[in-house]
């Protein structure tokens, strides 16, 4: 096998490397790809309005309820399918049978941005933590009493206290 990274034949998007598999950018995908297709408030919306119709079923993508949406976010017909599009493209939505909903993309995404969420609502909490790491001598807090302080601070904010958990 060779180790420098070459086309396998497939789609032209997967290369062999050392006998796994990575994604080439060609085909969009990138983290400051999805990013983009989500970071105005108009598609951002529109992304947790669908992961929101999609968890509850109700029907509000098709007919009628998708022109109260397109007139609810104050967007024309012609901003709505861009951003649909760019969605769909990024693999970030799927349509079955005229209603949209999350792929796994796109659900990974949408409680990855719940997390972040739950960051910012506890950023003072954040705040005192990394305050009294730097505050410490070159030695740190002991590792059984940033644990305490952590579970203390944040409480029952459990998938923040996983992330800070984890070893540097």
């Known amino acids: 096998m060779r180790d420098d990274i070459y086309n396998n034949g497939n789609t032209g998007n997967f290369f062999e490397k050392n006998d796994e598999y990575v994604q080439s950018e060609s085909d969009g995908l990138s983290v400051a790809n999805v990013l983009k297709a989500i970071s105005d408030d108009r598609s951002w919306s529109l992304f947790t309005t669908i992961a929101s119709s999609s968890a509850s079923s109700n029907g509000q993508q098709s007919g009628a309820g998708r022109q109260i949406l397109i007139t609810q976010m104050k967007l024309t017909r012609k901003q709505y399918y861009q951003r649909i599009n760019r969605l769909r493209s990024l ?76 070893k540097k």
């Open 91 to 166: 693999g970030l939505i799927n349509r079955k049978n005229g209603r949209y909903s999350l792929s796994s993309l796109g659900r990974i995404l949408y409680e990855t941005q719940k997390t972040i969420g739950i960051a910012i609502q506890n950023r003072w909490r954040l705040g005192a933590l990394d305050s009294l790491e730097s505050s410490l001598s070159a030695e740190g807090m002991p590792p059984e009493d940033r644990i305490k302080f952590i579970n203390v601070l944040l409480g029952d904010s459990d998938e923040i206290k996983n992330i800070l958990l984890c």
